[in-house]
Every structure is written in structure tokens, then in C-alpha cells.
């Protein structure tokens, strides 16, 4: 609960003023954003503070993916998600907007975190209401399968290891 809500952005170009233009909006209200097929955006007073983030940002993701495959992730229930982030943005700080919502019902959680039903209670609509959040996505090839990017690496070792 110490980065909050880390929103999804979709696609757009690498390098692009559109690609900005999709974060721009959450630049002050998060401290992580995910760009669909690119990766992660971390933000902080500085630069160990961003990194910071980003560490606590893949640790999560490796310990949700872990959950994940021994069984299951057992959620919050969403008044103890908003005391954790309630307690998370006055421990740790966070972006202002957020930080000062600290004491606000909700926290700065959205309404979608505080009205799911969690994985115990699915619905055929899913296991929360519809909502503008997305989450990233992993992407797997079939076994066997190289991508253009996995060849082009193996041939760059290659090349090295004749030197």
C-alpha cells in the first residue's frame, strides 16, 4: 500500500509526445505507472527515491505472480486497504494530491478499490466493478517460439563471444 494505485496506460509510440500526453494525468496523483508494452515510470523527490519505488514496485509484482501461482491471492478487505493507505501516504509521503487526501474517506484509493468484491465473490463482469483501471498485462510465446527481439540479443552475444 506504500505506492498505491499503480494505473495502466495504453500503447503509444516510444519517444512520442503522445506517449507523455497519456501519463500527464497521473504523474501527480501516482507514484508508479505502467505503459502498456513498455514498462514502468517511477517518480520521486529524486532519483533514489524513484528507484525506491520501482524496487518496491517489482518486488510486489513478484510476490502477487508468486501468490498467483502457489494458489491464489487472498485480498483485502477495502476498509483495511484504505487504513493501509491511509497509514502508507502519512508513513512514506507519496505525491502531494495524494498525501493530502490522507485523512479523506477512501484515502485516494478509487472507487473501484473500494467497492470490489475480491476473488471470493466473483461475478460473471469479473471480480470488481468495471472500471477505467487496467492492469498490465503478461504476455507468454508459445513454447518453442523466439520473438525478433530474443534473436537479435542471442546474435549480439555471438557476435561478442567470436571477439
Known amino acids: 500500500m506504500t505506492l498505491g494505485t499503480v494505473p495502466t496506460v495504453e500503447y503509444e509510440t516510444t519517444g512520442t509526445q503522445t506517449l507523455a500526453n497519456r501519463i500527464r494525468p497521473y504523474v501527480r496523483t501516482h507514484d508508479a505507472i505502467l505503459m502498456d508494452r513498455h514498462g514502468a515510470v517511477c517518480l520521486g523527490t529524486d532519483l533514489m527515491e524513484a528507484f525506491c519505488r520501482l524496487e518496491t514496485l517489482e518486488h510486489t509484482a513478484l510476490i502477487t505472480k508468486t501468490a498467483r501461482d502457489l494458489g491464489g491471492v487472498k485480498e483485502l478487505p477495502p476498509e483495511e486497504a484504505v487504513k493501509l493507505r491511509s497509514l502508507g501516504l502519512k508513513r512514506y509521503g507519496g505525491p502531494p494530491l ?61 557476435r561478442a563471444l567470436a571477439r
Open 98 to 158: 495524494s498525501v493530502s487526501k490522507a485523512d479523506a474517506p477512501g484515502a485516494d484509493l478509487p472507487e473501484a478499490c473500494l467497492t470490489c468484491s475480491g476473488c471470493g465473490n466473483p461475478s460473471p463482469q469479473g471480480i470488481a466493478p468495471k472500471s477505467e483501471m487496467k492492469l498490465a498485462r503478461l504476455v507468454e510465446t508459445q513454447a518453442g517460439q523466439t520473438t525478433r527481439l530474443e534473436q537479435i540479443i542471442a546474435e549480439e552475444i555471438g
